[in-house]
């Protein structure tokens, strides 16, 4: 069973940077398309960005297409978010997650949720 851990969230001020890191252990996560969600209060888990196994190819949500990045290390056992030109409505709790489903954004098709951790952009 795969566990996964994120990290590298924080307070930021509106056009910085974090680059968010999701450690995997227990199992390697190489061999799923992982996904980052965010989710911020009162609102529903929403898709961010998902990195197919080999990260031949990924996907973003529209409103942060063009600022986010997602990769992976699968040597490392690792996925990764950087997040650039950070906005107040990023602000959100941040998960990494693993596919069960193949290429898949909605949350009921991931599995193997971290605690996640918190991105706080301040205007």
């Known amino acids: 069973q795969v566990q996964l851990v994120e990290s590298g969230g924080g307070l930021v001020q509106a056009g910085g940077s974090l680059r968010l890191s999701c450690a995997a252990s227990?199992?390697?996560?190489?061999?799923?398309?992982t996904g980052w969600f965010r989710q911020a209060p009162g609102k529903e888990r929403e898709f961010v960005a998902a990195i197919t196994w080999g990260g031949s190819s990924t996907g973003y949500a529209d409103s942060v297409k063009g600022r986010f990045t997602i990769s992976r290390d699968n040597a490392k056992n690792m996925v990764y978010l950087q997040m650039n030109n950070l906005k107040p409505e990023d602000t959100a709790v941040y998960y990494c997650?693993?596919?069960?489903?193949?290429?898949?954004?909605?949350?009921?098709?991931?599995?193997?949720w971290g605690q996640g951790t918190q991105v706080t952009v301040s205007s």
């Open positions: 997650a693993r596919s069960t489903a193949g290429w898949a954004t909605a949350p009921k098709q991931y599995a193997s």
């Open positions: 227990g199992r390697t996560i190489s061999n799923y398309v």
